[in-house]
Structure formats: structure tokens, C-alpha cells
């Protein structure tokens, strides 16, 4: 009856081993039915499933990345051709109101470009206001041939005024706003 028992307990003991290892078997089945082949630098990988999500997941940020790396790369090509062009400048020197434009979008030649015509517009602004100045201050105080008739060579008549096109007087600018100051005043 020993040996019976032994023998039963025997069958019972390799009955659920081979439970197990079918169980076993099973699991490596499908383990192996939940893994992936990847082709990657022409080498083939195998990855589980959530190995796959995840690089999955990194692809699809990789389009966003690509596209600010892609940005970035241009934007450094753009700027190094720039200050190919303009050697004379320097960080401490380089204009803030660029560098704004530049990265709003602008590109760094045209806003550049912009920045030297506005300062342009602006110093030729401050000569004309100092011209007018200097102007007023001589012709503040009346002299004698102004009420006379005789004619002056540093001013013109208000008809030779008149008759004046603008690149004349763009050449002769202090005579102009200086004749247009005294026919101002003898008109008062």
C-alpha cells in the first residue's frame, strides 16, 4: 500500500510538473508572440510590447524635434553668413532691437538693414534740426539789406526759390531754409 501511495504521489508529482512546464511553454509562447522584430542601423532587434510603445512615442515627438533642430541649424547658418558680412561687429555692439527681430522671425540681414536706415533717418533728422537752429540764431536779428532791394548771393529770391527743384535744394539746403526763414519774416 506503500508503494501505491508512493506511486500515486509519484503520478500527482510529474502530472503537475508537466502542468508547469506546459504552463511554462505557454508563457514563453506567448511572450515570444508579444515581441516585436525592429530593423534598426540594418541590424534586427526584438523588443516586448512595451518597448515598442514607447519608441513609438518618441517617433512621433521626433517630427517636432526634427523641425526645432532643422530651425536651429538655419538659424545658425543664417547669423554665421551674417556676421561673415559684418565682422565689425560684436556682441557688445550688436543692436538689441535686431536681435528681437530676429528671433520674432525677421531675418537677421533685414533687420539689420532696418535698424541702419532708421539710425540714418534719425542722425540726418538731428542736422536738419541743428541747420534749423543755426539758421534761426542768423537770421534772428534783421540786417540793414534785407529791407533794401539789393540782392543777396548767401539767400535765394522766392522766386528763385520757387523755381528750385528738389535736388537743388537738397544741394543748397542751408541757402534754401535760410532764404525760406528771411521771406518768412518779411512777410510778418
Not at 9 to 28: F, M, P, T, W, Y
Not at 32 to 53: A, C, G, I, P, S
Not at 120 to 144: C, D, F, W
Request: some cysteine; glycine content about 2%.
Amino acid at each position: 500500500m506503500k508503494s501505491d501511495n508512493l506511486q500515486i504521489q509519484e503520478e500527482l508529482l510529474k502530472k503537475n510538473v508537466e502542468e508547469i512546464e506546459q504552463q511554462n511553454q505557454n508563457e514563453e509562447d506567448s511572450q515570444k508572440d508579444n515581441t516585436f522584430l525592429l530593423r534598426f542601423n540594418h541590424e534586427d532587434l526584438e523588443f516586448d510590447e512595451d518597448t515598442v510603445k514607447k519608441l513609438a512615442q518618441k517617433g512621433l515627438n521626433y517630427d517636432k524635434i526634427k523641425a526645432q533642430l532643422d530651425r536651429y541649424e538655419d538659424c545658425t547658418q543664417e547669423l554665421e553668413e551674417f556676421f561673415r558680412e559684418h565682422a565689425e561687429l560684436t556682441a557688445d555692439k550688436f543692436p538689441q532691437e535686431v536681435f528681437d527681430a530676429f528671433v520674432k522671425g525677421t531675418p537677421i540681414k533685414n533687420a539689420y538693414e532696418s535698424y541702419e536706415k532708421n539710425a540714418k533717418i534719425s542722425e540726418l533728422e538731428q542736422q536738419i534740426t541743428e541747420l534749423t537752429n543755426k539758421l534761426n540764431a542768423v537770421s534772428g536779428a534783421p540786417s540793414v539789406s534785407s529791407f533794401g532791394t539789393t540782392q543777396r548771393d548767401d539767400i535765394y529770391t522766392e522766386e528763385q526759390l520757387n523755381s528750385l527743384t528738389v535736388s537743388e535744394i537738397r544741394k543748397n539746403l542751408d541757402k534754401a531754409l535760410k532764404s525760406m526763414s528771411m521771406i518768412s519774416k518779411k512777410n510778418k
